[in-house]
């Protein structure tokens, strides 16, 4: 048979055939393809604080944080088919396409004092939004993957904390995190979860990048594992970490350097990392020194200049930053980000409420980072995400 008469008597599957290979160019065209590869497309999230409610959200009062976080996701899964600004980033002026990952950094379950709900409960209705009402697609066609990182309220109701809860602990959330993204060959369970060595550390390598996730801030045990982790790489390959705590962490956080250690309402402190606090005996709900703590991780900086950027939650608002350390030496971009209950700006105003969204290309290592303000319109439910700041960094290590 020839060419022609095959084209003319199979016309039908030849349309087909051509439309397809169209598509296929334009979908390589539209999402910004790389003779590396194509762009990859990260959400970045934090603080979700399942149990409480927001004062007010979309005409509604005392809204409870399920409503809020399944709005947000819906919003979320809008965002392939959006037009990225013309801001001179990654994928400028061009549609955002397939999101391979969403990160989330803690926070899931607000601390469980009476009278918010357990780590178990909060668990579940995460579950039902960022697992199951999730709908965004990676280049590959599965579902975008979910990467955690446990955040303080979560191992506050693991451990115990200074003021009553009910119940007493709750190692739920931080078990369900542990096997979601360390997926071991014997589950974890409630009964056996122990904080002290169970820790929630791990990495991967996606588009030429190391992504690094650990366990609320690196203190001196976490650097052990992330001294071992690096190891693994070339020190010419970029590194971003995700974790909980900004930069300096918060004084509360360390142990109470008084023995026999425990946590009262009177030093404030919540035994989340392994080191004693080192500034005084008593931590400042406000905040309080940390510069002695945080000279450690300075000298692990400097020791490793692959690490290109810092991103974290539990201070809520959208922000862009340089961390030069307590002795300003070094130089480390770091990302902040909102929190859909416990936004420091966004609590009020609820149009400032938003997510940011990482874009990389691997052919020319940067990173475009892009505010999404998901709620400008706060009563019409159909509005469309706007951007707001967006911040472009180079990658490269030299």
């Given at each position: 048979m020839s060419l022609i008469n095959f084209i003319k008597k199979h016309a039908p599957l030849v349309k087909l055939l051509r439309a397809s290979f169209v598509m296929i160019l334009s979908f390589q065209?539209?999402?910004?393809?790389?003779?590396?590869?194509?762009?990859?497309?990260?959400?970045?999230?934090?603080?979700?604080?399942?149990?409480?409610?927001?004062?007010?959200?979309?005409?509604?009062?005392?809204?409870?944080?399920?409503?809020?976080?399944?709005?947000?996701?819906?919003?979320?899964?809008?965002?392939?088919?959006?037009?990225?600004?013309?801001?001179?980033?990654?994928?400028?002026?061009?549609?955002?396409?397939?999101?391979?990952?969403?990160?989330?950094?803690?926070?899931?379950?607000?601390?469980?004092?009476?009278?918010?709900?357990?780590?178990?409960?909060?668990?579940?209705?995460?579950?039902?939004?960022?697992?199951?009402?999730?709908?965004?697609?990676?280049?590959?066609?599965?579902?975008?993957?979910?990467?955690?990182?446990?955040?303080?309220?979560?191992?506050?109701?693991?451990?115990?904390?200074?003021?009553p809860m009910y119940p007493l602990t709750d190692p739920t959330a931080m078990v369900k995190i542990y096997n979601l993204v360390l997926k071991p060959q014997k589950p974890m369970t409630n009964a056996v979860y122990n904080y002290e060595k169970d820790k929630i550390n791990y990495s991967l390598n996606t588009g030429g990048v190391h992504l690094m996730f650990i366990t609320l801030w690196p203190d001196s045990a976490e650097r052990i594992w992330m001294q071992k982790d690096l190891d693994?790489?070339?020190?010419?390959?970029?590194?971003?970490?995700?974790?909980?705590?900004?930069?300096?962490?918060?004084?509360?956080?360390?142990?109470?350097?008084?023995?026999?250690?425990?946590?009262?309402?009177?030093?404030?402190?919540?035994?989340?990392?392994?080191?004693?606090?080192?500034?005084?005996?008593?931590a400042s709900k406000d905040g309080g020194a940390t510069d002695i703590e945080q000279r450690g991780w300075v000298k692990f900086l400097k020791a490793h200049a692959n690490i290109k950027a810092y991103f974290h939650g539990n201070s809520n608002w959208n922000e862009f930053y340089v961390y030069n350390g307590p002795d300003n030496d070094v130089n480390l971009n770091v990302f902040r980000v909102d929190s859909p209950m416990k936004g420091k700006y966004s609590a009020e105003n609820e149009q400032l409420l938003s997510f940011l969204l990482l874009s990389l290309d691997p052919k020319n290592q940067r990173l475009s980072v892009r505010e999404c303000l998901w709620n400008t319109q706060p009563l019409n439910k159909s509005a469309k995400i706007t951007f707001g700041k967006s911040a472009t960094i180079s990658l490269k290590v030299y």
């Open positions: 065209t539209t999402y910004g393809q790389t003779s590396n590869g194509p762009v990859i497309n990260m959400i970045f999230t934090s603080d979700a604080h399942y149990g409480i409610t927001r004062n007010k959200f979309r005409g509604d009062t005392d809204v409870n944080s399920h409503i809020v976080n399944a709005a947000m996701i819906r919003q979320m899964n809008t965002i392939p088919n959006v037009m990225l600004p013309a801001d001179g980033g990654v994928n400028a002026d061009k549609v955002v396409g397939p999101v391979d990952y969403m990160i989330q950094t803690g926070d899931i379950a607000n601390r469980m004092e009476i009278p918010i709900q357990s780590a178990a409960a909060s668990w579940a209705q995460f579950e039902a939004d960022y697992l199951h009402s999730l709908t965004l697609k990676g280049r590959d066609g599965r579902t975008a993957k979910l990467l955690l990182a446990p955040g303080n309220h979560d191992i506050s109701n693991a451990i115990g904390f200074s003021k693994t790489v070339s020190k010419t390959t970029p590194v971003i970490i995700f974790t909980h705590d900004q930069p300096t962490c918060e004084a509360k956080h360390f142990t109470n350097p008084l023995p026999p250690h425990t946590m009262t309402r009177q030093n404030k402190f919540e035994n989340l990392t392994a080191e004693y606090y080192k500034e005084g005996y008593i």
